[in-house]
């Protein structure tokens, strides 16, 4: 095996460790503080989504202009 695929295969957790990390979870923040936590995380993952694609078409605006600005430039 290579390197690469050994690293992915032995970092990866499974199901046991998957069990074990939502225990500490729900041990460390309590039952109710957990959906205000998911509700937190969703909202600024929307939020970053939402950036993302308003950076997205500001970058395909400005490559307009610029070729709009070329198409006068050449008439």
Not at 14 to 24: C, N, Q, R, S, Y
Request: zero cysteines.
């Amino acid at each position: 095996m290579s390197f690469l695929t050994t690293k992915l295969i032995l970092g990866l957790p499974g199901g046991p460790e998957w069990i074990l990390v939502i225990l500490a979870i729900v041990l460390l923040f309590g039952g109710r503080k957990i959906p205000e936590l998911m509700k937190g995380l969703g909202q600024g993952m929307k939020e970053f989504k939402k950036a993302r694609n308003e950076e997205g078409a500001d970058k395909k605006g400005k490559e307009g202009d610029n070729n709009e600005a070329i198409n006068d430039s050449s008439n």
